[in-house]
């Protein structure tokens, strides 16, 4: 009875640190949407220094995951939710490393307005912004029908995608003194559709937490 209040405890700080890293996420692209219109540096550079504070609570998740498993060898149930943290915090660092590469781009000195030089880049990272901020809803609730609503997003965020791909080839045509923001623009357009992508991920771990299951496949 004392080792289950030991795991159930163990279990709760788990569920605290997961909800804080998801939070920190979500507040992560927030940011970078505002960062990214206003071309605001002083803001990027906060994301960039948020995003160690994600790497060092993944690093404790990481480690409480696995001292659940050594020390308290967790039935079936149990062991699905510490393996979907484990699989789940990859992802949500990730994310945080990405946003943390769109700041790093902003603050780059001597560019143009890459906000305004490609229309689809707001609706992209709309998109994404949106999928991260369901995909944190649907992990803190383990909601799965939503998760599999998520997942059928990803092909908006893909298209935007390739909007954003035709759109620079189309400012190339044009002139080629353009292109190393152009470059920029398609490093951007990549880290929102890998943030996508993320999201993804995250909502068929949490298919596998309720089902045992991802993409149909039993593991266990």
């Known amino acids: 009875m004392a080792a289950r209040l030991s795991f159930d405890a163990e279990l709760k700080l788990l569920k605290e640190d997961l909800f804080e890293m998801a939070r920190l996420i979500e507040e ?12 605001d540096h002083d803001l990027s550079k906060q994301i960039i220094l948020g995003d160690r504070i994600i790497n060092d609570i993944e ?6 995951c696995l001292s659940l498993i050594v020390k308290q060898q967790p039935v079936a149930s149990d062991l699905r939710f510490v393996t979907t943290a484990l699989k789940v915090v990859t992802d949500m660092e990730r994310i945080g490393d990405h946003a943390a590469d769109i700041a790093e781009l902003i603050i780059r000195d001597k560019r143009d307005h890459i906000y305004e030089l490609v229309k689809y880049i707001p609706e992209m990272g709309n998109a994404t912004k949106a999928m991260v901020h369901d995909a944190v809803q649907a992990f803190t609730t383990l909601n799965v029908e939503k998760a599999k609503e998520i997942i059928k997003q990803d092909d908006m965020v893909d298209n935007l995608f390739d909007k954003v791909k035709l759109e620079v080839a189309n400012i190339l045509k044009e002139s080629s003194k353009q292109v190393d923001q152009c470059v920029d623009i398609l490093m951007i357009a990549k880290y929102f559709e890998r943030i996508g992508d993320h999201s993804v991920n995250i909502c068929e771990w949490i298919e596998f937490r309720e089902t045992g299951s991802v993409n149909n496949i039993r593991i266990f």
């Open 59 to 64: 690093k404790s998740i990481e480690a409480r």
């Open 28 to 39: 992560a692209i927030e940011k970078i949407m505002i960062a990214f219109e206003s071309q």
